[in-house]
């Protein structure tokens, strides 16, 4: 399992993620790309969050992170509204901005490379 969670949720028109990152990062909670909570975790227990959904009357929120709950180890994340509780899903981690991975070179590549010299 990766060290980097994150959880990404659409809900009436807007975008929930929450990013749980390595052991000293903290946990972020991001509305509409937007951080609006932010906590430091632990690794035992649940970390709760609260937040506000945006709108003409904003909805309180709140996000429980629940370590060592999934099947592999990792986190699992809970968004809890007067609606009910719901499961966030889990999502590949991006790459930053500005980090394109390499495609994979072969031999071809490393000829052309060496012929170029």
């Given at each position: 399992?990766?060290?980097d969670s994150r959880f990404h949720l659409d809900r009436d028109g807007h975008?929930?993620?929450v990013c749980?990152?390595?052991a000293r990062d903290p946990v972020e909670v991001l509305v509409d790309g937007k951080v609006v909570a932010t906590c430091q975790k632990r690794r035992r227990g649940v970390t709760v969050?609260?937040?506000e959904l945006p709108g003409d009357a904003p909805r309180p929120?709140?996000?429980r992170v629940e370590w060592a709950a999934?099947?592999?180890g990792g986190p699992v994340c809970h968004l809890e509204t007067e609606d009910g509780r719901t499961l966030?899903?889990?999502?590949?981690?991006t790459p930053p901005p500005g980090l394109t991975p390499s495609p994979p070179r072969g031999p071809f590549q490393r000829l052309r490379r060496s012929l170029r010299r």
């Open positions: 399992m990766s060290h975008s929930i993620t749980v990152g390595r969050l609260t937040a929120c709140a996000l999934a099947a592999d966030v899903p889990r999502v590949a981690p």
